[in-house]
């Protein structure tokens, strides 16, 4: 019954049985004070009095002196509580007394031995005197019955005093104590029935009930917060279901549809109300599908999944990815082609509370699949047709290539040979303009003869089949070095070679562009008295990832950056033939070979300040094993750093 008072009845219940329950302790304690300090108090009056009486009347009682005994006695008059006195002989005579008759007879109180005895309304002492004898005083209660009463009186404002306490405690525990928490349980159940987390209980004060209210304040702010974030987080999963393009489906734990968005009934014909809380995806999906989906599931986790909703769950259960396309029957019949992900719900603890599938039409990506395939087909096609068709015209440029070096080289042939001899005849003499004239005709014979070269050269570079291997790039430069110690044998050259690296690619071909750039390095720094020029690779911190920079640098007449990207096209010159020899076509074949080995060419200069020419190859795979100092698959002979050619910071004149 106690359990379902309420707190203020409680409490009034508890302090009010309190209060009894003092007021009983209380007042039993003082009656029952002052009924076993009654014959205390009693003796405490009773017994100086006796002891005087049997002091002064100790001489009359040994001569039975009646007259002397008698004064003794009535100086107990003075004392208003002493009813009654007397002096008793040993042989039962009454030596003297007061309150009494003279001539009574012995009392039987005088046969009890010592002590006080209490009655209702008065109180005896005897005591034997000391000559022989007893005394009998007898006192009256009323003054010490007064003082029991005044003390109850005083007990009961005392009681009064505690009840006014008791109903002011009352007032205060339901001021400070009751209604807060009756403020904070009337909140509590508006909330649980409601759910109003605008509600807020009034707080005062910084006591325990303040800071449960204060906290309980804190509470509903930070549910209202969560609240408007899940209202806000709902609204927006609801946007984005409505809204998807793709079909988003949720099921249970064991498989029965959860929820169904508007995608998803676009694609499948179903609405929302026929297979939420009733059907499964079995509904729609091809049953032979899902048994041979089965069977394959069982082989790959080495365990058997029956061909129902476990098909779609047992590798998201696992933590795998299920993804892949099936083919789904809508409402009315007709047969789509889908992709279907599946993906597991788990709580905090990591039990799973259902599944989520994202499935899409697939029928417009098959056909364009199939128009893509049907244009692969085509172009397959095409580019056999246009492969055929270049075989056949590289075999046609061949044939021109061999037609221009016969038919072309022949012509010049004669007129090289018929200059000569005309020159040779000792009949005639020629002036000095006849023998400028011809000495013009032979320079223009050459330098035909060393453009066909060069087109031959770079028709060839084109179309030449390269062999990918090894090459030892430092191998290669001692090597192309030594072959232009003929031409540089006079001159006054500071080779710098630096630390070359083995890379992958066509060694004949890298050999050509070394040849030609370290030909243009000694043609434009023939003005030079010291000629420098270096060759090297750029470190791997110097920003080309994966791949290998080379360069040949010079301090010669240089170029104009303004034209920089002209250097590298064929028949492009940046300085005429009175200056220098040249084609044009040397630095084109370096960009051709660099870029049919997969790198790229780039140059830096300045008028009169020197040229730098780099080029770079890729570096996809570490290479397996070094090849020997000394050799290269573009030279297998290299000389030794002699000569033209010197340790970097060496000079060699």
């Given at each position: 019954m106690f359990r379902h008072l309420s707190i203020h009845n409680r409490l009034a219940l508890v302090l009010w049985g309190t209060a009894l329950l003092a007021f009983v302790a209380a007042g039993a304690g003082s009656l029952l004070y002052q009924t076993l300090t009654l014959e205390s108090r009693a003796r405490q009056i009773m017994e100086p009095y006796?002891?005087?009486?049997?002091?002064?009347?100790?001489a009359a009682v040994a001569f039975a002196d009646p007259v002397r005994a008698q004064e003794i006695l009535d100086t107990l008059r003075a004392n208003p509580q002493i009813r009654e006195a007397e002096i008793i002989?040993?042989?039962g005579r009454r030596l003297a007394s007061f309150g009494r008759a003279p001539d009574a007879g012995p009392q039987p109180l005088s046969e009890k031995p010592d002590g006080i005895y209490?009655?209702?309304?008065a109180a005896q002492l005897l005591q034997g005197l000391p000559k022989g004898g007893r005394l009998r005083i007898s006192m009256g209660l009323e003054q010490l019955n007064a003082q029991t009463h005044q003390a109850m009186w005083v007990f009961g404002a005392g009681m009064l005093v505690l009840l006014v306490a008791t109903l002011v405690q009352m007032a205060v525990l339901r001021r400070t104590i009751v209604r807060p928490i009756a403020s904070l349980t009337e909140a509590t159940e508006r909330v649980r029935a409601r759910a109003d987390y605008m509600h807020r209980i009034p707080v005062a004060g910084t006591d325990e009930l303040a800071r449960l209210g204060q906290s309980f304040n804190a509470m509903l702010d930070g549910i209202q917060q969560r609240e408007d974030d899940l209202r806000r987080l709902a609204a927006f999963q609801r946007t984005i279901l409505a809204n998807a393009a793709y079909g988003i489906i949720s099921v249970t734990p064991d498989g029965i549809v959860t929820s169904f968005n508007p995608a998803a009934e676009r694609l499948l014909g179903y609405t929302v109300d026929e297979v939420a809380g009733k059907q499964t995806p079995a509904l729609w999906h091809d049953p032979q599908e899902v048994a041979q989906r089965a069977r394959e599931l069982s082989t790959e986790l080495g365990e058997t999944i029956a061909p129902e909703f476990e098909v779609f769950a047992a590798r998201p259960r696992r933590g795998l990815?299920?993804?892949?396309?099936?083919?789904?029957?809508?409402?009315?019949?007709t047969r789509v082609p889908a992709n279907l992900s599946v993906t597991a719900l788990r709580d905090q603890g990591g039990r799973i509370t259902g599944f989520v599938g994202l499935i899409y039409d697939l029928t417009e990506r098959k056909q364009v699949e199939e128009e893509v395939h049907k244009l692969n087909q085509e172009l397959e096609q095409r580019v056999a047709e246009r492969t055929a068709q270049l075989t056949e015209a590289n075999k046609e440029l061949e044939a021109?290539?061999?037609?221009?070096?016969?038919?072309?080289?022949?012509?010049?042939?004669?007129?090289?040979?018929f200059l000569g001899l005309l020159r040779e005849r000792s009949d005639v003499t020629f002036d000095a303009q006849s023998q400028h004239y011809m000495d013009t005709i032979a320079k223009a014979v050459k330098r035909m003869g060393e453009l066909i070269d060069d087109l031959l050269s770079f028709s060839r570079m084109g179309r030449q089949a390269m062999t990918m291997?090894?090459?030892d790039l430092d191998a290669v430069v001692k090597d192309v070095i030594h072959e232009f110690e003929p031409e540089a044998k006079d001159r006054a050259i500071h080779w710098r070679i630096g630390e070359l690296p083995v890379v992958v690619g066509d060694g004949a071909m890298l050999r050509v562009v070394l040849a030609n750039l370290i030909s243009n390095a000694l043609k434009f720094t023939q003005?030079?008295?010291?000629?420098?020029?270096?060759?090297?690779?750029?470190?791997?911190?110097?920003?080309?990832?994966?791949?290998?920079?080379?360069?040949?640098?010079d301090n010669g007449v240089g170029f104009d950056m303004r034209y920089a990207n002209k250097l590298f096209g064929v028949f492009e010159r940046l300085h005429s033939l009175n200056e220098f020899e040249g084609t044009g076509i040397g630095l084109a074949n370096v960009h051709r070979v660099i870029s049919r080995n997969g790198g790229t060419t780039w140059a830096e200069g300045k008028v009169d300040g020197g040229a730098t020419f780099f080029f770079?190859?890729?570096?996809?795979?570490?290479?397996?094993?070094?090849?020997?100092?000394?050799?290269?698959t573009a030279s297998q002979t290299s000389p030794p750093r002699e000569g033209l050619v010197a340790p970097v910071g060496s000079e060699t004149r």
């Open positions: 006796a002891q005087m009486v049997a002091v002064g009347t100790d002989l040993d042989d209490l009655g209702s309304n990815p299920e993804e892949g396309e099936w083919t789904v029957t809508r409402k009315d019949g021109f290539a061999y037609s221009v070096s016969h038919d072309l080289r022949s012509p010049l042939r004669h007129i090289d040979g291997a090894p090459v003005t030079r008295e010291q000629t420098v020029i270096e060759i090297g690779c750029l470190p791997d911190k110097s920003g080309h990832d994966n791949e290998t920079v080379v360069f040949v640098r770079s190859l890729p570096r996809d795979k570490p290479m397996a094993a070094q090849i020997a100092p000394g050799k290269s």
